[in-house]
């Protein structure tokens, strides 16, 4: 109950056998196992993997978990695992539990690509591609710092998950970034629990723990949008400042109307590609490369038009 097929979202399918346990230079069969499943930032880089393994004469499944948990995605790794592809591209939602499960991936021969979060353990995988997520998150510290400006008052972090390794560097980088403005008092992390409600709830807690409150930064797509809708409900938005991270449709609408004053974008397509690429690479006995940084940028209602490029997509 806990698998969900992404195949609606990008024309993909379940995950089918390889040709019968062969060799990996003649098993052209990919998956792709996401954080989490119907989500643009996960649909926008199984596009790009999508595309990138058709034009390179591999298949590629996809499977999601439905919630962002180890407890969803084991199974699915378990399960792709009995079909045995080449490599397997994963994002695992916890950067200690999911290192078992992929560990019986590695040792059963299947190449292993990290896309997105990686595990604590870096022996498992070939190559983990990701945003530089430390800098993502002093970029939107100092994002946060400008349009604050000379205001004395504190600043909240919403968090999804402890153990999320691209949300756990965000905040790092954050916190680390915000001690340069003397002016902001940095109050802290909550967390979530990646659900778009608890951090609505989170908001209007805070509101009135903290009126001093002058800006919300929220460490991924879920967050920010719960984040948005409890500043809306406190009649706050646009008052406190709220930057986000991702730039899911939702999100961008809501940056457009200005429930966000500012969005730190992912290149979740080129993630993709690249973890095909590298994965075609490892099968291959090709050149790869340990750790790839993909781009990041700061996105305003002001400069948007120009960064439409970075918008995710909720189907292919
Ligand atoms: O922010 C992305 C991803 O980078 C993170 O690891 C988990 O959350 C998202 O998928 C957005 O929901």
Not at 23 to 50: H, R, V, W
Not at 76 to 103: C, E, Q, R, S
């Amino acid at each position: 109950a806990a698998v969900s097929l992404l195949a609606t979202a990008c024309g993909g399918g379940q995950v089918g056998q390889s040709s019968g346990g062969s060799s990996s230079s003649d098993n052209k069969s990919l998956a792709l196992i996401p954080g989490i499943t119907a989500e643009p930032f996960y649909i926008s880089m199984q596009c790009g993997a999508e595309a990138e393994a058709k034009a390179k004469g591999y298949t590629l499944k996809t499977q999601a978990p439905q919630k962002f948990d180890p407890a969803d995605q084991t199974p699915i790794v378990t399960g792709i695992l009995a079909n045995k592809p080449a490599a397997v591209l994963i994002a695992p939602t916890d950067d200690k539990a999911m290192a078992g499960p992929m560990k019986q991936l590695k040792t059963a021969g299947v190449k292993v690509i990290e896309v997105d979060t990686s595990l604590q353990d870096t022996s498992v995988a070939e190559s983990s591609i990701s945003s530089n997520n430390e800098q993502g998150g002093k970029l939107a510290a100092d994002t946060l710092a400008k349009l604050v400006g000379d205001k004395k008052g504190s600043v909240l972090v919403l968090n999804t998950t402890a153990g999320t390794s691209t949300t756990d560097a965000r905040e790092k980088g954050f916190k680390e970034e915000i001690t340069k403005y003397p002016n902001i008092t940095y109050i802290g992390q909550q967390y979530t629990d990646n659900d778009a409600a608890t951090s609505a709830q989170k908001v209007t807690a805070t509101l009135s723990s903290n009126p001093d409150l002058l800006g919300v930064f929220a460490t991924n797509l879920n967050t920010g949008e719960g984040a948005a809708t409890g500043l809306r409900t406190a009649g706050k938005t646009g008052t406190v400042n709220l930057v986000g991270f991702d730039a899911s449709p939702k999100e961008v609408s809501d940056l457009k109307d200005g429930s966000f004053q500012a969005l730190i974008a992912q290149d979740p397509g080129t993630i993709g590609k690249d973890g095909v690429d590298q994965a075609i690479a490892a099968l291959t006995g090709g050149s790869v490369t340990r750790n790839i940084s993909t781009d990041l940028v700061s996105i305003t209602k002001d400069d948007m038009d120009q960064q439409s490029k970075y918008f995710y997509k909720s189907s292919c």
